[in-house]
């Protein structure tokens, strides 16, 4: 019963998430790919994917799913305090970069329309055992946590990714 009330709040979560914008992006087009390689050919997640591979969840991601990955573009890493991102690259610091990048996962795959009727303030597990992003609802946009959802199911093989503004980082405890 727990685990369906959870699949439930998540699948409520993403369906907000991006319902007002899948005419406005050409969302549901059909899946040229795994998470990975749809992230490669969109051209805009250049330092997710490098991330990724510095993490080594690119296999993990490659796999069966379902997965819903909030993506952080170029531009969202670009606005990460100097230093930050090289700093996270580097090998010593490979299981920090995946609390942060596994933040960004949600079991399911779970599309923009799955969750217009969900309230704001919702929390939903991530991939992050043990922490969980929070969707609200500001001004007719979609927030995970502070980053705003800018693009909706760009949808892969073994899930969707919805495109956000900023990289969202878990809480410290």
Not at 23 to 51: E, M, R, S
Not at 85 to 109: D, F, M, Q
């Amino acid at each position: 019963m727990l685990v369906l009330h959870r699949l439930l709040t998540v699948g409520a979560v993403v369906a907000v998430v991006g319902s007002w914008t899948v005419a406005q992006y050409g969302g549901g087009a059909q899946p040229t790919g795994d998470i990975p390689t749809v992230a490669v050919k969109a051209g805009q997640f250049k330092t997710l994917v490098k991330a990724l591979q510095a993490a080594e969840l690119v296999d993990a991601l490659k796999g069966k799913g379902p997965f819903t990955v909030f993506a952080p573009t170029d531009a969202a890493f670009a606005k990460l305090p100097k230093g930050t991102l090289e700093e996270l690259l580097k090998p010593e610091n490979k299981e920090k970069l995946r609390s942060i990048l596994l933040y960004h996962v949600v079991a399911g795959k779970y599309l923009a329309a799955d969750v217009k009727k969900l309230k704001s303030g919702t929390q939903v597990e991530t991939l992050l055992k043990g922490k969980k992003i929070t969707v609200t609802h500001k001004r007719n946009s979609v927030y995970v946590n502070d980053a705003k959802v800018i693009k909706t199911d760009v949808m892969a093989s073994n899930g969707v990714i919805h495109v956000i503004d900023k990289v969202i980082l878990p809480p410290e405890k």
